[in-house]
C-alpha cells in the first residue's frame, strides 16, 4: 500500500549521504542515494508534476544543468525534501561499527515517487521490486567452460557471467568478512560512499576493492589480471596493479560481488603531474611506454590511456591501473579503443599532455 510523505521546504541537515547512481532521460530522473546502509531511489517523472505552481518548470532547470555541481546540490535538496522526515527515522542513528560489503551492497531498499498535489511537492511510498526497478547490487556468476558454450549457443549476452577457468589463483573471500577500512568518522562512513579501502575482518590487512560491473569492463578486466598473475611469476618486473582475491555474496560461492586489488599508496599520475619537474614527468611516461611494450608483447591491451589510470607509488614509479578497457577521447579516438593501435594512440597524447 502506497505511504504519503508530506514534503518539507529545509534541506535534510539530520544525517548525511552520497548519490549512489541517477539516470536522467527526456522526460524522467531517477535519483539513488545511500544514508546510514539504507539505498533511497527517488523516482520522477514530468507527467507526475504537471498541474498547480511551476514544479514541471523546475523539474525541466534541474535536469538540464545537472553537471553543475551547485545545481546538482540544489536538485537534492529539492528531491529529497518531500521525504526528508521518512528519511530521517529509517537512519534514527550514525553506524556504530564499520560496515562489511555485504551490509552496504545487500541494503534495504525504499523507494518513492514525486507527484504535484496543489503545487506542492510530495512523495509516495513504494514497494521495492527488482524486476521493477531493477537490482543495483554488483553480481557476476562464475561458470563452467561447458556452460560458457551454452550462453553462446544461444546468443545470451554474456554480461554478468564469467568463466571460471578464466579466473586467477586467489581467495575467495565473503562479502561479510570485509569492512571498509576508514574510520567511522570518516567521510567515507559520515557520507556512506561506495567502499573503497577495504580490510579482512580482525586483520590489518588493506585491500583496493573494485565491485562487478559489466559496464566498465569487469569481466575483462577480471581476464586480465588473471593472465598478470601468471605473466609475473616469470616476470615480477612488470608495473601493473596486481589481483590478490575474490569477493564472493556470503553462502553463494558461485556468485562474485568484486574482486580486491593489492593497495597502491600513492596518488594519480594525474596529480602527481601537476607540481613534477620535467624529468620526473619524462621518467615516469618512459615507464609507461616500456610497460605497455611489455603488455603488447604478451598480447594484451591496456584500454584506457589516460593520467588516471596510472599511479605513482610509494618508491616513485609509474604503475598501470585499470584494464577494464574502454577509452577517453581525448587520448583515443572511439575506433581504436581496445587494440594496440589505440594504445600507442594513448601513449603518444599521454606524453604530449606530461612533457608540454
Not at 73 to 78: L, M, N, P, S
Request: hydrophobic share 40%; proline share 4%; glycine share 6%.
Amino acid at each position: 500500500m502506497d505511504q504519503t510523505t508530506d514534503a518539507t521546504n529545509s534541506a535534510p541537515t539530520m544525517y548525511s549521504f552520497s548519490m549512489q547512481e541517477m539516470v536522467t532521460l527526456e522526460d524522467a530522473i531517477s535519483y539513488t542515494f545511500m544514508s546510514r546502509n539504507k539505498r533511497f531511489m527517488i523516482e520522477i517523472t514530468a507527467e507526475r508534476l504537471e498541474g498547480e505552481g511551476s514544479l514541471v518548470d523546475e523539474f525541466y532547470q534541474f535536469k538540464d544543468d545537472l553537471d553543475d555541481p551547485d545545481i546538482l546540490c540544489d536538485f537534492e535538496t529539492w528531491a529529497i525534501g518531500p521525504i526528508h522526515e521518512r528519511v530521517r527515522k529509517l537512519v534514527p542513528v550514525p553506524v556504530s561499527r564499520p560496515t562489511t560489503l555485504l551490509e552496504y551492497y545487500d541494503a534495504e531498499t525504499y523507494v518513492f515517487e514525486l507527484f504535484n498535489e496543489g503545487g506542492v511537492l510530495k512523495a509516495n511510498e513504494l514497494a521495492f521490486d527488482p524486476k521493477i526497478f531493477g537490482d543495483a547490487s554488483p553480481k557476476v556468476a562464475i561458470v563452467e567452460n561447458a556452460e560458457i558454450q551454452l550462453f553462446t549457443s544461444r546468443d545470451v549476452p554474456r554480461d554478468g557471467i564469467v568463466s571460471r577457468s578464466a579466473l586467477p589463483t586467489v581467495p575467495l573471500i565473503p562479502a561479510s568478512q570485509l569492512v571498509r577500512a576508514a574510520s567511522l568518522d570518516s567521510v567515507e562512513e559520515v557520507l556512506c560512499e561506495i567502499p573503497r579501502i577495504v580490510r579482512k575482518v580482525n586483520t590489518m590487512d588493506e585491500f583496493f576493492f573494485k565491485q562487478c560491473d559489466m559496464r566498465h569492463g569487469f569481466q575483462r578486466e577480471v581476464e586480465i589480471l588473471a593472465r598478470l598473475q601468471k605473466i609475473s611469476e616469470h616476470d615480477p618486473s612488470l608495473r601493473t596493479s596486481r589481483i590478490v582475491g575474490l569477493v564472493n555474496w556470503d553462502g553463494q560461492e558461485s556468485l562474485l560481488m568484486g574482486m580486491l586489488l593489492e593497495r597502491i599508496n600513492g596518488i594519480t599520475l594525474h596529480d602527481a603531474m601537476l607540481d613534477a619537474s620535467v624529468a620526473e614527468r619524462r621518467r615516469w611516461m618512459d615507464q609507461v611506454d616500456e610497460t605497455v611494450k611489455k603488455l603488447h608483447k604478451y598480447g594484451i591491451v591496456w584500454g584506457d590511456v589516460k593520467p588516471d589510470n596510472v599511479m605513482i607509488g610509494p618508491s616513485g614509479d609509474a604503475i598501470l591501473i585499470d584494464f577494464g578497457g574502454g577509452c577517453t577521447l581525448e587520448y583515443i579516438e572511439m575506433e581504436l579503443q581496445e587494440t594496440e593501435e589505440g594504445d600507442l594512440q594513448g601513449l603518444k597524447n599521454l606524453r604530449s599532455r606530461l612533457l608540454s
